[in-house]
């Protein structure tokens, strides 16, 4: 019988981003896919700001934005008359060094994880599928395999993750609820070449009386995606449509003229808003579509999974390596859960409005809707916090039993942030970083990032040195130690932080904070240590 300390099914985006946080963090594991190679159908594509601050830390974000098309605006229509415009370039650029949407097609996404992947040495299992798995006991799970050639292959694992899209074989013989339901309206989306008078490189948004159509532009000139509500008289006969059959349809339900060029995809589907009871099942766990599926609206789903198992992979590579207790691991349901479902309720609320065929829904979304949006639009603080729902830069973790929360002095409420808050963005300088970058580039290295910053830098390297030695006998290899004083480059982040003299901040390897205190000595930390990770106090 084989074994293996984790094995991953399911090789599109989630997967390949576990495999690869997992290759960072020296885990042995396998992947396998049905499937013959990586995707080739665009399918999501939508890389939201949160997201390319991971990719950023894994060396790969740049290469990312070369192949997309970063789009830094979008624009409501109501008919001819544009009623609002939301500039996330504006908004954003304080918050992130991605202050815009990243169009990048699934298939490129796939393609850029699976060569990351394979730089490290590390490769996807193709044409071999789960047929079956189950717990046993409490040690392992066992999980069978079918091979391209016939074969079967038993094979025990230390741990288990699903990672295989909306129709989850391993959710379905886990026998996990999927509850939710199915939206009545069929949608189709089309990549495909449009001429109009608008302004091209945006994202626009048609509403009509009827229906609404998405326009998110795509790299190549005058590309875009189309994705709408599919005609009511487009038929029952579904899967055999081209777009050609329902471009007049689609062209009689908005009041724009547009005329559309060469299609390149076009598919049709039912929209599902579902989610798992729970995330895992014993030794085995589920995440992105195989956990929660939601209507399309934000591009919020590609970008929730990756985000899954960035939460999932180090806690998991620290119980495998033996240097966290196994509960670690019911931290994943208790930060990733709350997301889901908070994205389940507000891509639900906001797709029941845009598609509503009631009467008065209606005339308050062509009518009243805009004239509202306009003026809550105005304010710079809506603004600033629409732009972290969407780019997902706003999720916290504040009330996991994970974050170590200061106490209440005057320097400590002073500070801008909380312990379960992503670390926010700041650019460091030289001399830390020559040429100048941000601070997720900054702390790249896969691990946790200690940072013990103090405005003067008296004493400031012999904690540095205490906590090395500590951090290095209990756990090697995974604890980064910086020491910064003030005017050594790191000043915006102190300004981001909110330090007003010195503080202790622990960074978790997925950038969000996991101890903060405003001293330097470390009764909080080592009370974290032993909390989180069941380590005796030092």
Known sequence: MSHTPVLIVGAGPTGLMLACQLARHGV??????GKAGPTRESRALGVQARTLELLEAMGIAAEAVAQGRPTDAGNIYVGRRRVQRIPLG???????PFPYLLILEQSRNEALLYKTLRAAGRDVEWQTALTEVRNEASTSAMATLWHADGSSETLRCDWLVGCDGARSPVREQLGLPFSGGTYENAFYVADTRVDWAL??????VCLSSETFVVFFPMPGEQRY????????DAGGDVPVLRFEDIEAAVRAQMDIEVRFGETAWFSSYRVHHRCVERLRAGRCFVAGDAAHVHS?????????????VSNLAWKLALVVQGRAREDLLDSYHAERWPVAQQLLKTTDNAFQFIISPNPLVRAFRLHVFPRIAARVMARPAVRRRLFRVI???GIHYRDSRLSQTPGASPAATAMKVRAGDRLPYAEIAAPLADP??????WLAAPGFHLLLLQRSGEGLEAFATAWTARLASACPGWFHVHAVASGRGADALFDALGITERAMVLVRPDQYIACLDEHLDGPALEAWLERALGWPRG
């Open 199 to 204: 302004p091209h490189g945006e994202l626009t």
């Open 28 to 33: 042995e594991f396998r992947i396998v896919d």
């Open 90 to 96: 504006d908004i954003g650029q304080a918050v992130t």
């Open 391 to 393: 780019s997902q830069t």
């Open 225 to 232: 995606r189309v994705i709408g509500t599919l005609p009511r």
């Open 296 to 308: 399309p609206v934000g591009a919020q789903g590609m970008n929730t999974g990756l985000q899954d």
């Open 436 to 441: 100048p970058a941000s601070v997720y580039a």
